[in-house]
């Protein structure tokens, strides 16, 4: 029901690795994350995160909005979809004011200050929906469109590598936050995904060329939106496996090079991310790249973490490894490496993969495991050591 609260779930404890104290958020037993971490469930400028739950459905899986006030703990629902929200498939603004999700293969924007729900998109045809994401602006919402591609998708990545040869048509759409119009901005031959507008800059967003990293010959494209042309972001060789691409919020494009072979994926097995070719002795690497599609600056980062995110300053990283989430500096020319706290999560999923986000003032780091057999909530002040 919306607006219904729902008391704190709080529990603190030392991670056995690092002494480190973590705050579970969520304990009821439901399934909880947060939004991808290029979305960022932190609201800016207050102690807030906004985040899916089943906890309110009568089925498993289906998953509402809602919001916890990090100070008291309580959560708000904010969304009842009978169906449920599409989980990764929601956006929202720095300020939490305004979220888009997908749901039933219609868009929906919900005012998080008004509670107003809207349909600003409905897909008639036989495509399948992306992740959208909100301009800077407030005006547009855009997200990649591509063709149903009739592959079974499950745990995993099953079906991941086939949807990519299956997917032949895409297509990257900008929908006004009105609803009154929907504009078709690029269409490509290859299954698209990962669109972000630029932070500071409405006209320049990127997408990418989505599918297992090692069989992907250019995976991050920059897009013009006035011009309606794209060009490479970072030209890769044959070696390159790139993926995991974000901006950094002064613009640049960060990526994670993972070297010859690797396909960018981890499952139960927990060995993709971090079994190196003895052969290549190839190092990985990360890389910041302009507007303009060149690198301004390279590092060397041989830690096979599934994702990253950059603090405010670019100069510290937040990865998680197999079983670990992993703080790494790079302000100087060699990344030093630390251990946060264990993990333990699953990887069966995408709803499992902790996804680690730093808070808007770089205090928190947020993140999702199964450790407990279902999705929960974690919290690290990184102000508190012990």
Request: glycine share 6%; hydrophobic share 30%; proline share 2%.
């Amino acid at each position: 029901m919306i607006g219904k609260v729902y008391s704190s779930e709080f529990k603190s404890y030392q991670d056995e690795k690092t002494g480190r104290i973590v705050t579970q958020l969520t304990t009821n037993g439901s399934n909880n994350f947060h939004f991808y971490f290029t979305d960022n469930s932190f609201t800016y400028g207050n102690n807030e995160i906004l985040f899916l739950s089943d906890r309110a459905s009568i089925a498993a899986n289906i998953f509402n909005l809602f919001k916890m006030d990090l100070h008291t703990g309580e959560m708000t629902q904010l969304t009842d979809e009978k169906v449920g929200i599409t989980p990764g498939y929601m956006t929202k603004t720095p300020e939490s004011d305004l979220v888009v999700y997908v749901t039933e293969n219609k868009i929906r924007k919900l005012n998080v200050i008004t509670l107003e729900n809207q349909i600003i998109y409905e897909e008639k045809g036989k495509v399948h929906l992306g992740h959208p994401h909100i301009s800077p602006n407030k005006r547009y919402v855009g997200i990649a469109r591509n063709e149903e591609a009739e592959i079974e998708r499950g745990a995993n990545y099953k079906g991941f590598k086939e949807t990519m040869y299956a997917t032949k048509k895409g297509w990257i759409t900008l929908i006004s936050l009105d609803g009154d119009e929907a504009v078709d901005v690029y269409e490509d031959t290859h299954w698209l995904g990962h669109f972000q507008f630029s932070p500071d800059d409405d006209t320049v967003a990127m997408f990418c060329h989505e599918g297992p990293w090692n069989l992907v010959h250019q995976r991050i494209w920059i897009l013009d939106l006035i011009n309606r042309t794209v060009k490479a972001c970072f030209r890769q060789g044959e070696d390159d496996c790139v993926g995991h691409e974000f901006w950094t919020r002064d613009g640049l494009i960060f990526f994670d090079n993972r070297r010859k072979g690797h396909d960018g994926t981890i499952t139960v097995n927990k060995t993709q991310a971090t079994i190196q070719d003895e052969h290549t002795n190839q190092v990985p690497y990360i890389g910041f790249v302009d507007k303009k599609g060149s690198i301004k600056r390279k590092l060397d980062l041989p830690y096979y973490c599934n994702h990253y995110h950059s603090n405010e300053q670019n100069t510290l990283l937040v990865g998680d490894e197999v079983e670990d989430l992993v703080l790494i500096n790079i302000e100087g020319d060699k990344a030093e490496i630390e251990t946060l706290c264990s993990h333990h999560t699953s990887w069966i999923t995408q709803n499992t993969h902790c996804h680690p986000t730093f808070s808007w003032d770089n205090k928190n780091i947020l993140y999702t495991s199964d450790r407990d057999g279902v999705c929960n909530l974690y919290l690290i002040n990184l102000e508190k050591k012990c």
